[in-house]
């Protein structure tokens, strides 16, 4: 299957209410005044420097309905979450807030990337997003630098399942 094949879009992909459902949520509401404009592209941070990561392209795959497409696609995680298309959209579009509640429906479903899968385990284990490796603690210790605070994994990991972040991660995605 060749790659223009691959994009182009079949009725059955097609999931007319994704978009109200979307507007129904807290951030999601202005969706469909999204005209197309590109704004939210060309003054995106993060699209500057990747050939694949495009907001407006997003908005418009939500306002279409592609559902699958949308929600599992790899750019979604990409945003930075500066929120510089949403202050410059003319339609007042929450851009960044539509990706947030698209990234919210993935993770209720799995649907996330393994890299943010391990930061969870590592802030569960140690309180840290990211294990600091043995050696580096060895390092600090023969510079003279103090220990590293201890994380709380325990109270961490309490607030995690009560809001249901750990039963998203703990997903296979589908
Ligand atoms: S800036 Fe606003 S209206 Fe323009 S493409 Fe982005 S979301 Fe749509
Ligand atoms: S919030 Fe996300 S989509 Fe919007 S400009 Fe920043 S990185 Fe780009």
Redesign the pocket.
């Known amino acids: 299957m060749t790659e223009t094949t691959e994009k182009r879009i079949k009725a059955s992909e097609i999931d007319p209410k994704f978009k109200y459902e979307i507007s129904k949520m807290h951030g999601g509401e202005k969706i469909m005044r999204c005209f197309q404009c590109g704004t ?1 592209t060309s ?5 500057r420097f990747s050939d694949t990561y495009r ?1 407006r392209q997003i908005i418009r795959m939500a306002q279409l309905g592609l559902r699958e497409r949308v929600l599992n696609s790899d750019t979604l995680w ?9 202050d410059r959209c003319p339609q007042d579009v929450e ?2 807030s539509v ?1 947030r509640v698209l990234r919210n429906l993935a993770a209720d479903r799995g649907i996330v990337p393994q890299v943010f899968k391990e930061e969870a385990s590592s802030i569960l284990e140690s309180g840290y997003a990211y294990r600091i490796p043995e050696l580096r603690l060895k390092k600090r210790q023969t510079l003279g630098h103090p220990p590293l605070p201890t994380g709380n994994p325990q109270s961490i990991g309490k607030t995690l399942r009560k809001i249901g972040f750990l039963k998203c991660v703990e997903k296979k995605g589908s």
């Open positions: 939210c003054d995106c941070p993060v699209a907001p990409l945003c930075a979450a500066c929120f510089t298309c949403t851009v960044a990706i």
